[in-house]
């Protein structure tokens, strides 16, 4: 009885430290309206497949939101909700993930608590990212074409791309 209980916990501690690829470890997200998040999953497991040999996940690594092809300074809501989705997938894989939104401190207002904020002012003036993960929105007549990408902040490098697609419905 011992024994068999034994072994369930180390196959058990064995799956958790297995990646998940083409799983999602937060549960299956087929549900509908999860699909963005399934659609961002998917893309992690892709960039992870095009991730450079040695290239470390321990040097840290800064999202940045999703912009306008057309004009590499605008975004929207889908380029900001990319963000946040590919922070919490970059952290799942192992990454070391810098929120460079956070100020240091909790502003207490009457609307609320915060501690992050885009006011470039409130931030630290160094960020000690090695590496950026971006990405390009394109739209055209059935939806959102994606283009994402890590880049290596000193050499300029691309350490791992990946691609997707948002449908209009």
């Known amino acids: 009885g011992q024994a068999i209980f034994v072994a369930f916990g180390l196959l058990l501690l064995g799956a958790c430290a297995q990646p998940r ?11 509908k309206g999860l699909t963005l998040n399934k659609l961002v999953s998917d893309m992690a497991d892709r960039l992870f497949v095009t991730k450079i040999a040695g290239n470390t996940t321990l ?26 989705d590919f922070v919490h997938e970059l952290h799942r894989r ?6 460079y939104k ?13 501690t992050m904020s885009r006011d470039w002012t409130e931030l630290s003036k160094r960020i000690p990212a090695a590496r950026i993960m ?3 929105m394109s739209r055209n007549d059935m939806g959102v074409v994606l283009n994402m990408r890590i880049i290596n902040m000193r050499t300029r490098m691309v350490e791992a791309t990946a691609q997707g697609f948002v449908p209009s419905d």
């Open 94 to 99: 192992g990454e070391v993930v810098l929120d």
């Open 59 to 84: 040097s840290p690594i800064a999202v940045t939101s999703f912009v306008n092809l057309s004009t590499l300074e605008s975004t929207n809501w889908l380029g900001l909700q990319l963000e946040e």
């Open 21 to 31: 690829t083409g799983l999602n470890y937060d549960g299956p997200k087929t549900e």
């Open 134 to 136: 971006t990405g390009t």
């Open 102 to 114: 956070v100020t240091g401190s909790i502003k207490v207002t009457p609307e609320g608590d915060f």
